[in-house]
């Protein structure tokens, strides 16, 4: 019975509850938005987010971050733009893209697991640097007329499911079952636990880290082709502000921002709580000053709630033994 409690009482259960409570109000008071054809504007519109997260959790339960993603989401748009004008092939562009991603997760990892400095300032500099290298290789236009081929895939939907969407869904069962199921997926969370203690246990802790953070490279490219063929556009400002949402999905999933916690069913429910609230709110008309508030409020309660949560949760079993009684004395 305890442990059917404990299994209820778990933040991912609690996020479940908020995705499902957030969607009924949303149909309730917000015109159109439980209509099929927004239910699957609202999974296509955070697709991108959804791929980008997936890494990123790795990333975050072994206790680093990456916040370059979103601008190398808008460096491969840029890339894939200018290939394309150039009159390069669109299936040899979108292999260029990827080995793009992988350069710009390659040096993200290497300059925290080589050199030694923090991911957060490391990944905050790549941020801005990838961001202008998009703008050094595409400037200010934007590129259209991709094959209909591929932006009718990045459209389209098999029922009411968006192809990009079940894209996102294989790959997330393969990360799942990596973190959850394999002996890497241990290591991963004994890093974030304890980093000390993972290498005298013989992991290979910069080498995951490494791999880690070029995985998170090719997923924001991958992110990066879909979000320019859904478009139709590829623009050097393709993606900007995302890694705000991203980041706030991963910890509002219930991923420790200090590592060694967090699971991925849990982030991909939080992207669902994301898109749910975004989506609502722009169909009540809402400023992008009132989005840019709740993401960011978001943000702050992904990290404030889950630490609350345990900390309560840790009161509650804590018992207070009393000291023993000295020899000869009574009660």
Known sequence: MNDVKSRLMTWESALLVLLIGSWSVASLTVEGFAG???????????SEIALMAIPLTLVVITGEIDLSVASTLGLTSAIIGTLWDAGLTIESIFVIALVVGAVCGLVNGLLVTRLGLPSLAVTIGTLALYRGLAYVVLGDKAVADFPQVYTGWATGSIGPIPKPIL????????????????PL???????????????????????????????????????????????SSARADNGTGLELAVVAA???GGVSFFGG??????????VLVFGVLRNALILADVSNEVLNFVTGLLLISSVLAPNLATLVRNRRSRTVTPPPLMEGTSV
């Open 36 to 46: 099929s054809s927004n239910m699957s504007f609202l999974l296509l519109d955070v």
């Open 167 to 182: 894209l996102v869904a294989v790959l997330a069962v393969i990360a799942g079952v990596i973190l959850h199921a394999t």
């Open 185 to 231: 997926g241990r290591s991963v969370f004994a890093l974030g636990y304890n980093q000390e203690a993972a290498y005298f246990a013989g992991i290979r802790v910069k080498r995951i880290k490494l791999w880690l953070f070029v995985a998170s490279g090719v997923f924001a490219s991958l992110a990066g082709i879909v979000y320019t063929l859904r478009y």
């Open 250 to 252: 991963v910890l509002l």
């Open 261 to 270: 916690r967090g699971t991925l069913p849990g982030v991909l429910t939080g």
